[in-house]
């Protein structure tokens, strides 16, 4: 007896529902009329099912869509494929490609001899690492830090102006306890306007530089 039928469902790069919907109906062939809504989603999908009775579908790119239309993706496969299809997802397999450009680091400067200042914001009240420099740069001022995803350099500026409108947009998975824990230590918050699936704030480093959290 043969195997099943094996088919790639690719959304990587796709991080909200209508680039997750396009991508899904180029990867499984949905028809023209496709409404590209969650409710021709489910109604393509069972029609896939049907007309490919044994079929396991590899899903790539899963963990670049958001979370909650995620979760709503796979509610939606959990019933399309109840009666004898597979959902394999393999992001931990297949790598995405490498991308044109990428961002290696941020700058941000701070005032002469304020690096203590520095570390008590950044470190100890953001919760961000500080990393060792390359030996050629260790005699410079300055920090470097480091989260999972990011790279944030201070630069010591002998002529030091704040930034009052570049910033920084730093993504944060523990935005409320991190809004919360600068709200006690006196730190001013500004709301920047949220949307339905995004939450953001602005403030201000120890040295009046202005900078932007962003929920995850």
């Known amino acids: 007896m043969s195997g099943p039928e094996v088919m790639v469902l690719d959304t990587r790069g796709a ?3 209508q680039a997750f919907l396009r991508a899904c109906a180029l990867s499984l062939a949905f028809p023209d009329y496709f409404g590209h809504n969650w409710d021709a989603f489910e109604e393509s999908l069972g029609e896939f099912v049907a007309q490919h009775p044994r079929v396991l579908v590899a899903w790539t790119g899963a963990s670049d ?3 909650g239309d995620r979760k709503l993706a796979l509610e939606i496969m959990d019933r399309c494929f109840a009666d004898g ?5 393999i992001d931990a397999v297949l790598d995405s490609p490498a991308p044109d450009f990428a961002l290696d680091h941020v700058q ?3 005032p002469e001899g304020s690096e203590q200042d520095a ?3 950044w470190v100890d009240l953001v919760g961000l690492s500080e990393v060792a420099r390359p030996t050629e740069s260790t005699a410079r001022s300055g920090l470097w830090l480091s989260g999972d995803a990011l790279n944030l350099h201070l ?3 002998p002529d030091f102006r704040p930034a009052r409108m570049a910033h920084p947009a730093i993504m944060v998975r523990d935005y409320e306890a991190l809004a919360d824990r600068l709200a006690a230590a006196g730190q001013f918050i500004e709301q920047t306007g949220d949307t339905i699936d995004q939450q953001r704030f602005h403030t201000n480093d120890p040295f009046g530089n202005r900078i932007e959290f962003i929920a995850f």
């Open 85 to 89: 299809a597979d959902l394999l997802i």
């Open 108 to 110: 941000v400067a701070i």
């Open 15 to 17: 991080r909200d529902k």
């Open 119 to 121: 570390r008590a914001y």
């Open 155 to 157: 630069g010591v500026d």
């Open 65 to 67: 869509l958001r979370a």
